[in-house]
């Protein structure tokens, strides 16, 4: 397909996970910024909430009960019809096998109607060029903080499509540890805002969590350790009070996330920093992060809050950045797949 020369509408669709998200976004001719026309985000958190996580098959029926109305909503939002819809983008992966299944199905066989290409996206990917759908958006190249539920990675971000992974974790995400700090807490699911919340009324230094390779030299990121250590202090008698033991969690993660982008900087030398993800909603990280910026002369952008948590704009806005780029999209047919494992490095 070649560099788009006028504006096309993308129908973005999101279903990796627990939330469905549908999106309208219009292309600017020739190159041109576009324009976020409508999304909309049915979350499934009151469904899970009574088993204590995300139960996939509930996650795929739910996916398939609210993908028309959805898609309705939003093309009414837009004031656009269906057969407006230049392409269809849709979450390829990763995420779970059945969450995608009903989302990439729905979009190839809606791609099959209308006679328009459909193309697979990278989850990691909508997260992080999601700040560029900001009034202040950062340009190519920058390091990214990737810090949604299952993920924790800094990458270099050349331009779309160019992604070198500078550091992970080595086996809990942040997200992970948030939720399952909060489980031993007794906060209910999904427990990493409530942790946060509850942190704000704690007291600092009231008891003591280890940072996790803070000092490693590396960009690589721990956090298994952390619930651990959280454990161990729930059992001991003295134990410290909840408020004041999810403030040390909460600073302890957000030290550690802090030092690697810093680091990360220091080491890529460049000076633009993009945190993406829902865990980069959370306020203390952003205040850390924004003093960090403040003390050694870097910019740090983020997704508007809405937009943090997965959705179908940021499908719709990276599947519009490829199509702008001249990105080549297969004819659609018959056959598809998705991709629940899958290497964002490995994009291009």
């Known amino acids: 397909m070649p560099i788009l020369d006028a504006p096309m509408l993308v129908l973005g669709i999101e279903t990796s996970c627990d939330e469905t998200g549908l999106a309208l976004y219009e292309t600017g001719a020739a190159g041109l910024p576009g324009t976020l026309l409508a999304h909309a985000v049915h979350s499934q958190i009151a469904m899970h909430e009574a088993y204590g ?60 109607a209308l006679g328009v290409p459909a193309i697979g996206i990278h989850h990691l990917e909508g997260h992080l060029l999601s700040p560029l759908l900001s009034a202040r ?40 540890a948030f939720d399952k700090t909060a489980q031993l807490l007794g906060l209910g699911y999904p427990g990493g805002p409530a942790l946060s919340a509850l942190a704000e009324s704690g007291k600092p230094k009231r008891c003591r969590l280890p940072r996790p390779m803070i000092a ?19 059992k001991k008698e003295t134990r410290p009070e909840k408020k004041d033991l999810a403030r040390e969690f909460v600073d302890a993660v957000v030290e550690v996330l802090v ?55 940021m499908i719709a806005f990276a599947a519009a950045l490829r199509l702008q780029a001249g990105a080549t999209v297969p004819a659609s047919d018959h056959a598809f797949s998705v991709r629940p494992r899958w290497d964002l490095a490995s994009l291009s």
């Open 137 to 176: 958006a950062p340009r190519f190249p920058f390091v990214a903080l990737l810090v949604s539920g299952g993920h924790t990675q800094l990458m270099r971000v050349e331009q779309v499509g160019r992604y070198e992974l500078l550091g992970e974790t080595q086996d809990d995400a942040a997200g992970e």
């Open 259 to 313: 030092a690697k982008c810093a680091l990360a900087m220091q080491k890529t030398g460049l000076t633009q920093l993009v945190v993406a993800g829902g865990v980069g909603a959370n306020k203390q990280l952003r205040a850390a992060l924004n003093a960090k910026a403040a003390e050694s002369g870097f910019a740090v952008f983020y997704p508007e809050p809405e937009l943090c948590t997965d959705n179908g704009a």
């Open 53 to 112: 996580g995300v139960v996939p098959e509930l996650a795929s029926r739910d996916h398939i009960r609210r993908l028309v109305p959805l898609s309705r909503q939003v093309l009414e939002r837009a004031g656009r019809r269906i057969a407006d819809v230049g392409a269809i983008a849709y979450t390829e992966g990763p995420g779970l096998a059945g969450a995608l299944l009903a989302g990439a199905a729905f979009a190839r066989s809606l791609a099959q």
């Open 216 to 234: 490693s030299g590396d960009l690589e990121f721990s956090f298994s350790g952390l619930k651990t250590a959280v454990l161990t202090l729930l």
